[in-house]
């Protein structure tokens, strides 16, 4: 889904940018009140796992394959405003660092990937859990939908971004079709990342999933053949791991996945580089600014051997996203915290 330069034209991408710059803008003040003691850490690592799993590209279909957007996982743990600024630190380092996303482009990627996926995502999330019963199960099967409509509907908002302002002449029903076609079969794969990564975090440290705190509908009990209300624990349920093992334990899974997993990802192109293929939207597509960069196309440069090189690539991707996203909440979080003290 990482739009390249020359699939949008100059003007729409620079009011695209515009938009995304405004909506960055909304997200930082949200954050602020999003970003506490436990969500904040947390952040940082959420950006870095997405990077991870981003490099881990799946087979869909013939000759096409997906990854990860991570709007919906990043909306769901650390909240929507956090979320969006989540999938937007790693759009900039792919863009910056690994030639991958155009520069130009960054708006185009920021509104469809982190702003889009995000609202879609935790709106139906949220609205899934008022009418789920309480419960892990609940929360997991949220995220999967959540996650699994997400993905079309940055489909959708790519489609009439190009309807705007495409570069290429190519009747707009076509790239609907293809678009939301592939995108349909890549959804299940987020959905299935999302939920197993949202469950596996709801199992040990349920206070740490965002958008699951004060969701959840009492627990009801039947008596007598009437269900009735539940009486509140008088104890919260003691956590099973700490926040620190969690975060030591979720950044190793993400230098595993980037630094060895994803050799063995599908060499496919993607469900937009199949579709821009197939239907000649990519044929004015402008080298990327980034091109020579030492880490373009996610390998060292002068490391010969294939594999060590993109192990090194994403385990240096891994280590600066995390670096500068927690560098990102950390900040917001101070700014948080000063203003409360000036309240008292």
Known sequence: MHVPDGFIDAPTSAVTAVAAAGALAISLRGARRELDDRTAPLAGLVAAFIFAVQMLNFPVA?????????????AILVGPYTGVLCVSVVLLMQGILFADGGLTALGVNITDMAIVTTVVAYAVFR?????????????????????????PA??????????????????IGK????MVGVHVLIGVGEAAITALTVGAVVAVRPDLVYGARGGRQGLKLRVNGVLVDAPEPTAPVAARTSRRALWISGLAASLLL????????????????KVAHDHGIDTRT????????????????????????????GVIGVGTTVVAGSAVFWAVRRRRADALSEVR
């Open 62 to 74: 013939a000759g096409t394959s997906g990854h990860l957007l991570g709007g919906a996982l990043a």
């Open 286 to 313: 402008k080298e990327h600014a980034a091109a020579g960069s030492p880490l373009a196309d996610y390998g060292v440069e002068d490391v010969s051997d294939a594999r060590l090189s993109g192990g090194l690539a």
């Open 258 to 273: 980037a630094g060895f997993v994803s050799y063995y990802a599908s060499a496919s192109p993607d469900g937009l580089e």
């Open 175 to 178: 790239v609907a079709g293809a």
């Open 127 to 151: 609205g899934l859990l008022k009418v789920l019963p309480g419960g892990r199960r609940s929360v997991t099967g949220a995220a999967f939908v959540a996650a699994l409509l997400s993905v």
């Open 154 to 171: 940055a489909a959708v908002a790519f489609t009439l971004l190009y309807a705007v302002g495409g570069t290429t002449d190519v009747a």
